[in-house]
Each structure stands twice: as structure tokens, then as C-alpha cells.
């Protein structure tokens, strides 16, 4: 590689690292309620747990410290600069129990029938097809298994920025779409200011199916 190549690269890894700790101080930022978001999860020792669309790892790490040693969080994004971040933050913090997936666009690639919790903060907005992207994740899902969707709300004025980019997605429409993909509503929170946060899980026919391929299985 030329001297101008490796210029080029040493800038755009910097702009990635800059990006995944811009993302890191947002979620971390009082007023976005971390810590009261971490309570609401009532995460559990040994429990595996999805980060879909994770970012700068902020929540990933997080998620590491609760579920201890022998749980396992899946830190999930398509952008493998930000997954090469969260490597090295979870490795300067000591932490066995990450592990980095690279995603594709329409699919989580995360392991069959293995997760207790998924969870997605400001990511639905990106889907492009968020109903059939929802169906994907029951696979992904432990019969018992939660959904965590936290998302932008459209509220303020025209210029606030996830207003004016179109980076928000209506309570209800996101209640619906999951409806259709095979979930139910079991906790619809209010606490943050500018997002909603619901828990879905298996409705009651998908439930009876997924407790019938585990039985398959075992």
C-alpha cells in the first residue's frame, strides 16, 4: 500500500472510532436514562443476550458486566469497525463474554434457539424491511425469549435530527409490525423523553411452535 493509501486508511479508522465513541457518550448521556434502561431489562447471571446494531458497544458492555462470566452477549452490527471497537474495548475491560457478530443487512446471523434477550436501540428505523426482519429473529429466540425495542418517537420540531432524517418510527406501527411477525406487547414503557421502549415476546401460536421444535431438537 502507497504512503497516501495508509494516510487514507489511518483517517478513516480514526473517523470510525470517532463515530463508535460519539455513539458511546449519547447512550451513556444521563438524559438518555441508561442506567434506569439497564434496570428495566432485569437482565439475569448466565443469560445470553443480543445487541443488534450495537454501535460503539456502550450497552454490549454493559450487558457483559451483568450477565457475568458464564453469560454471553452478542455484540451484532454490519459495520465491522465499530465490531473491531468493541473487540478492543471489551479486551481493555477485561471481558470473556463478548463476541462480535458481523450482520448482514436483512439477517442477525445470530445462533438458533440460543438468545434470552434482544435488544434494539435506535435501529428499527434502518430496517428496510422490519416485518420480515422481525419473523427472522424468533429463530434466534428461546422460547422464553424477549425483544427490547427502544426507538426514536416523532416528536419535536421539523429540525430535530432524527425528525428531519426520518430516523424514527411511530409506538404503533412498531406494535403492529410485531404483532404480525408472531410476537405480543408484554411491557410498554414511558420513562424516556424522546423514544419509546417496549418488550415484546413469543405470542401464544409462535410460542407452541417454538416449545415443539425445542422438543424436536432435544
Known sequence: MSKRGKNTARVEQNMKKLGAEMFNRKAADPKNKPNEIINALTL??????????????????????????????????????????????????????????????DAPNLPSKSIDLIFMRNVCHHLTNRGEYFKKLKNALKPNGRIVIIEYKSIGGRFVFHRRFGHYVPKETLNAEMKEAGYKLVKDLDFLPEQSFMIFALADKALKSANANVDVVA
Open 44 to 105: 439475569q447471571y448466565g443469560q445470553k443476550i443480543a445487541d443488534i446494531g450495537a454501535g460503539g458497544g456502550y450497552f454490549a458492555l454493559r450487558f457483559a458486566e451483568a450477565v457475568g462470566k458464564d453469560g454471553r452477549v452478542f455484540a451484532v452490527d454490519t459495520n465491522p469497525k465499530f465490531l473491531e471497537y468493541i473487540r478492543h474495548c471489551a479486551e481493555e475491560n477485561g471481558f470473556e463474554n463478548i463476541e462480535t457478530v458481523l450482520a448482514a443487512e
